[in-house]
């Protein structure tokens, strides 16, 4: 009868101690954001996915040298490029992320001595299908120059 009386009152200081720590902490501030209508700014140290940079013109900086191809160590970097009839220098026409593959390890940042590269502040990348994560980098330029 004793532990009866001892469980129902180790049960209550319980739900009293639970009940006073939800009572104090409800007349806190918030520290969440209301995340559809907020956005959370990224740090500047932030590593989102590659992206091209752009030159004065508008146009990618990358001169198909093929650096960063080869010091991505997870392979998920194609990139191609034709030289033009009279040109001087090749001109990049094709720029694929596999982001599946990408570790975020910045060797292909680091590996560029043009600069044509650089990670994104873009975090907001759910999706349930694979190919959404198959980045045209060419293309996502020539979008976020419209």
Known sequence: MVAYFTEIYTGLMSLFIGMGIT????????????????????????????????????????????????????????????????????????YMLDFTKCSLCGSCVESCSFGAIDFSKEYNLASTKKEDFYFDLLKRLEERKK
Request: hydrophobic share 30%; with cysteine; aromatic share 8%.
């Open 23 to 94: 009572f104090k902490e409800f007349f806190k501030p918030t520290v969440t954001v209301a995340y559809p209508y907020e956005t959370l700014t990224m740090s500047s140290r932030y590593r989102g996915h590659i992206e091209l940079v752009e030159d004065e013109e508008g146009n990618p900086q990358c001169v198909v040298c093929g650096l960063c191809e080869k010091a991505c160590p997870s392979d998920c970097i194609t990139l191609a490029g034709e030289k033009p009839e009279g040109g001087k220098k090749k001109v990049l026409t094709k």
